[in-house]
């Protein structure tokens, strides 16, 4: 089975700096999904790219996807403490209904 | 709107006894997926559900544990006989479906067996 594999899985900045995040699977995928975890909570869903997208913005979180080195990236800009989290990627198992394959997370520290 | 709710947030029981997870799914979706979660791991897929049918059990052990999502309300976890190995984050996660298949994640139960 396909899985994303976070990089680094641990990061630790200052506020105000930029966070970012690296994300490899393994296999052809039609989207991929970053997620953000918040200690002892659930997962809230930051962001989907697709195959044919190279980027796409929210906010402060950009993400990029180059599907020829299967890989993706994502940038956290102007962090702040409240960023402070894991940071998930997660590709679909296979094509349309299924289930989501997880990496192990970046866990991210923002030093105020 | 609601999202993914789940309940109960935090359940003890002691080995051998039996745990049964809850989860509503977002309004107007009809897919369900449980995972479950390890200190410092990601998720792991356990189960994916429709409507009163279980489409994919691939990730959840053949004994001990089963799922169903029935016409009416919740979808329901249900683990026998617990044991120390089970103590972890259960997640539960629904989707419309679709190509795009993007999945909203509840705040989870997390099991602990004394």
């Known amino acids: 089975s396909q899985q994303g ?13 930029n966070a970012t995040m690296n994300c490899s699977y393994k296999t052809s995928i039609n989207n991929l999904q970053w997620y953000r975890q918040n200690s002892g909570r659930g997962l809230v869903h930051l962001i989907l790219i697709r195959s044919n997208e190279r980027e796409k913005h929210s906010g402060r979180l950009r993400v ?36 989501l394959v997880f990496g192990k997370g ?4 923002v030093i105020a | 709107n609601a999202g993914v709710m789940q309940n109960p947030r935090h359940l003890v029981r002691r080995r051998g006894q039996e745990a049964r997870l809850r989860c509503s799914p977002m309004k107007g979706h009809s897919h369900v997926y449980w995972y479950r979660q390890l200190p410092e791991e990601g998720l792991k897929f356990m189960v994916y559900l429709q409507k009163e049918n279980i489409i994919d059990e691939s990730g959840m052990p053949k004994e001990r544990f089963s799922a169903e999502f029935p016409k009416e309300g919740p979808s329901i976890l249900r683990i026998q006989q617990v044991v120390r190995g089970d103590s972890a984050a259960y997640f539960c996660a629904s989707s419309r479906g679709g190509t795009d298949n993007e999945q909203f994640f509840g705040p989870g139960t997390r099991l602990t067996v004394l």
Not at chain 1, 73 to 86: G, K, M, P, Q
Request: aromatic content about 4%; overall charge negative; charged content about 20%.
């Open chain 1, 5 to 17: 594999e976070e990089d680094p899985q641990a990061l630790s900045i200052q506020e105000g700096e």
């Open chain 1, 64 to 99: 990029t996807l180059d599907t020829s080195k299967k890989s993706s990236s994502l940038l956290i800009t102007a962090s702040r403490a409240a960023d402070t989290a894991s940071y998930f990627c997660a590709t679909p198992s296979s094509s349309g209904n299924t289930p």
């Open chain 1, 106 to 109: 970046t866990r991210l520290s």
